[in-house]
């Protein structure tokens, strides 16, 4: 079974990457806004990773960066979900069309 | 030398008053306010009278005569070793004759003042600004030079525009401080370039240097009558405008306009500012700078003489036909202001032994002081009581107010020029100067105090006479006693005036002046007068249509002298047809359209242009993000673009 090339794994997280960004776009529902931003993050967490694997295999950069990552998201979805709280007792809704009242 | 230093208190006391009452007046002594005012200008006067005996009759006398005394001297602004703005206070027989009447009679304002505006609720207010005006009037009297001079002489516009609109909540009050204000600025222009032209010339801007540079004809000064415009050598044209600045102060002809209007505000105002003190600033400017006007050539002089003369003549005519009887005593203000003038303008031609004139002019307004505040006061208790200045509400007053009565005969006599009250002295040697200078302007000038006596007496008649009794109430007294007090005083002075030997004590070259009075010269004035008397008594003297038949057959004259000479229709005709629409318009239509213009646009621009972009910030989240993603992807593009 031969190696699995870098470019597989750079297609995947780039594929991973547009899923999330597409669901960050299209979708109203800020659950569902949320959870496309973690994918985007996913993706560069398999970025990181395939690179500290295939360029640099005597480093861990790369892998303790990814930890960090995951950690930081956590603390991320934890503020979001606060906002999102926030969001529904003002708007009595979690859809983000309703809460445009910052604007010109 | 004697020490005079004292002497900067006489003009700082009313200062401390005016800040006193006036940062603290309206909240802590309401009623103390005219007390406190009072006292303050009772201790410059009492330093005025004294400082007037120390240098007249103690130490001012050097040898033969009276010289300048420096009292103090201090470098205010310094800019280079040539050019220095100094403070000073100087004494010479015009301003310590000019201290003594200003503030004795400020005091007697003051003291009328306390009966007249009580019960008023600017009352303090009232007495900061009388204060004030009495600092500004006394530093103009006292200032050592030229610029000085000219601070006070617009400290004194400005409190006489606060004095005048003291009644703010009368339009004709406001409009009358707005006209006083606008006319006399309009000379001080005139003032303040003849300043310039001097001082540059001269390279001093104080008046003792200034003269003694100016007049000497051996000194390297030679610029200024060499160097001319339009024909005429500028140090006549520097005296010409100081002399356009002093007639706006003092309302002589053609800028006399504001004179009449400034009768809106308070009548004890009107005695001190409009009548004795500072109208007459623009006489004792001339003559501080006498010897230079005498020094260069006699055109100046005779733009003086001729300018006192019709203001006299057509002031005198006016007050003939006013019906309000503080007008009346307005247009004779100027017209008294205008004899002044007059004997200051006949020295020149009267030659090297006329200096007469300037005595006579000194004189006459130390009298007219006396007499003219009387005048004022009176009318002031009189409009006290009849509440109301037109002459037809009024008449059979001499029994209500027996008093006033007294007093204000006394004043008509002594204005008239009968003798022995004081007016008779100093116009005589008004009279006595003009005969010698120009018999055009003694004519002028003799008919002019006929005139004077007739529109005097025809007051005095219509108001205390013309009816049996005075048609209104009568339960009233005649005045508080603090009204009383100033009154007699100054009948007492009016009486009393003339008999000071004045050309002993204030003569142009500081030595006392023999006073060589014709008894016969006397009789022509005298006559004049008392035929001007008699015609006031037939007309005026019982109820009669005498009046209404003269003024018809007077006809055009009459109506003439009523609308004033029309003066105040040419000057609205001037501003309000040529400047406003000639001038004005298109500099509005400029403002308006171009400078406006300008703005406009650029606004306008930027408010498009912001308009049309304000639509990304949309409040949607989702954009925004997109908006990011589009950057990162923009900035990705371009290293890419840039690095391979």
């Known amino acids: ?104 | 030398m004697p020490n005079y230093a004292y002497i900067a208190l006489i003009p700082l006391l009313p200062l401390a008053a005016f800040v006193v009452l006036g940062l603290f007046g309206r909240r802590y002594f309401r009623g103390w306010s005219g007390g406190i005012g009072t006292l303050a200008v009772l201790f410059s006067t009492g330093l005025s009278l004294w400082a007037a005996y120390r240098y007249f009759f103690v130490d001012g006398k050097v040898g033969e005569g009276y010289h300048q005394v420096i009292a103090l001297k201090t470098t205010w602004l310094s800019f280079s070793p040539g050019l220095s703005i100094d403070m000073s206070v100087v004494l010479d027989p015009i301003s310590v004759m000019m201290i003594v009447v200003v503030s004795f009679v400020s005091l007697m304002v003051h003291v009328f003042s306390m009966g007249y505006m009580k019960g008023e609720t600017r009352y303090g207010t009232y007495f900061a600004f009388l204060g004030l005006f009495t600092f500004s009037m006394l530093g103009l009297v006292l200032s050592g030079n030229i610029f000085e001079i000219y601070i006070f002489w617009e400290l004194v516009g400005c409190s006489s525009y606060l004095l005048i609109g003291y009644y703010f909540d009368r339009p004709t009050a406001v409009a009358a401080a707005k006209k006083a204000f606008i006319v006399t600025r309009l000379a001080d222009l005139g003032f303040l370039i003849g300043i310039l032209i001097l001082s540059f010339y001269a390279e001093t801007l104080d008046f003792r240097t200034l003269i003694q540079r100016l007049t000497d004809p051996t000194s390297q000064l030679a610029g200024i009558t060499s160097a001319s415009f339009l024909g005429i050598s500028l140090l006549s044209w520097g005296l010409f405008l100081v002399f356009v600045g002093g007639a706006g102060k003092s309302a002589l002809f053609p800028l006399h306009i504001w004179l009449p209007d400034a009768m809106e505000g308070p009548t004890p105002v009107s005695a001190l500012i409009h009548a004795a003190t500072m109208v007459v600033a623009g006489v004792y400017l001339v003559a501080r700078l006498y010897p230079v006007y005498i020094y260069s050539d006699a055109a100046v002089l005779q733009v003086v003489l001729y300018a006192g003369a019709v203001s006299a003549l057509l002031a005198a005519l006016i007050a003939c036909t006013q019906t309000d009887i503080k007008r009346v005593l307005a247009y004779s203000t100027m017209s008294q202001i205008g004899y002044m003038m007059l004997a200051l303008g006949t020295v020149h031609s009267a030659g090297e032994a006329g200096t007469l004139g300037f005595t006579a002019s000194m004189f006459h307004l130390f009298t007219h002081a006396f007499f003219k505040a009387l005048l004022f006061l009176c009318a002031g208790v009189i409009i006290h009581r009849v509440h109301s200045n037109e002459m037809k509400d009024m008449g059979g007053l001499r029994k209500l107010l027996p008093l006033t009565h007294g007093c204000f005969l006394i004043a008509c006599l002594a204005i008239s020029g009968i003798p022995p009250f004081s007016g008779f002295f100093s116009k005589e040697d008004i009279l006595l100067s003009a005969w010698h200078a120009n018999k055009f302007v003694y004519g002028i000038a003799l008919f002019t105090s006929g005139l004077t006596a007739f529109y005097m007496f025809r007051l005095y008649f219509s108001v205390f006479w013309r009816r049996q009794v005075w048609g209104g109430d009568g339960h009233h007294g005649e005045a508080p006693v603090t009204m009383k007090i100033p009154l007699v005083i100054l009948a007492a002075g009016a009486v009393f005036a003339g008999f000071i030997p004045f050309s002993r004590l204030v003569t142009y070259d500081g030595l006392p002046q023999e006073t060589h009075r014709v008894g016969v010269f006397a009789i022509a004035p005298v006559a004049m007068a008392l035929i001007g008397i008699f015609i006031a008594r037939y007309l005026y003297f019982k109820e009669s249509s005498r009046p209404g038949r003269v003024a018809a057959a007077l006809g055009g004259l009459y109506r003439t002298a009523y609308h004033k000479f029309y003066i105040d229709e040419v000057y609205s005709f001037v501003t309000k047809k040529i400047i406003f629409n000639l001038i004005g318009r298109p500099a509005a239509w400029i403002d308006r359209h171009i400078v406006d213009g300008l703005m406009n646009l650029l606004a306008t621009v930027t408010a498009r242009i912001s308009a049309g972009i304000k639509g990304v910030q949309s409040g949607k989240v989702q954009d925004y993000a997109l908006y990011f993603f589009a950057g990162i992807a923009g900035l990705t593009v371009l290293f890419i673009y840039l690095y391979t």
Do not use: C, Q, W
Not at chain 1, 23 to 33: Q, S
Not at chain 1, 76 to 101: G, M, T
């Open chain 1, 1 to 104: 079974m031969s190696p699995i090339p870098l470019s597989h794994i750079l297609v995947v997280s780039a594929a991973l990457f547009f899923i999330g960004m597409y669901g960050l776009l299209t979708r109203r529902n800020m659950i569902t806004m949320l959870m496309a931003v973690e994918l985007i993050l996913n993706s560069v967490n398999i970025n990181f990773v395939a690179f500290n694997k295939y360029l640099y295999p005597d480093k861990l950069e790369g892998v303790f960066f990814t930890l960090f990552i995951i950690a930081i998201a956590a603390a991320e979805a934890a503020v979001a979900i606060a906002i999102i709280i926030n969001l529904y007792r003002n708007f009595h809704s979690i859809d983000v069309e309703d809460a445009d009242e910052m604007k010109f």
